[in-house]
């Protein structure tokens, strides 16, 4: 599957961006969203399980994204609001392409990346 990511930017302290992904190719069993900001361990932000459409968040950003999934458009959203400068990072998309009732919302359970968009929060 290739995921192409799109809607980075830069945004002041408390502002609001709309991140897009869109996929082609095969079909995937999740999609998440994944951020890594310098100097820093790439973590999970939110990850979307398509068999029953459930969603996580992570802590750091609970509250404040909103993780979603248009099937016609095959394309998924990460709304993120409130933001702060440190969300400042890239966000990547990631899909698994396989199934696993074990796999979590971890980066080495996806086995596709997009490339990454950069979110910049700064006044």
């Known amino acids: 599957v290739q995921l192409v990511e799109s809607g980075g930017g830069l945004v002041q302290p408390g502002g609001s961006l709309r991140l897009s992904c869109a996929a082609s190719g095969q079909d995937y069993y999740a999609i998440a969203w994944f951020r890594q900001a310098p100097g820093k361990k790439r973590e999970a932000v939110s990850c979307?399980?398509?068999?029953?459409?459930?969603?996580e968040y992570s802590d750091s950003t609970k509250g404040r994204v909103t993780a979603s999934r248009d099937n016609a458009k095959n394309t998924a959203y990460l709304d993120l609001n409130s933001l702060k400068p440190e969300d400042t990072a890239v966000y990547y998309c990631a899909a698994r392409t396989y199934f696993s009732l074990l796999a979590g919302c971890v980066a080495e359970s996806f086995d596709e990346w997009g490339k990454g968009t950069q979110v910049t929060v700064s006044s």
């Open positions: 979307i399980t398509v068999r029953d459409e459930s969603i």
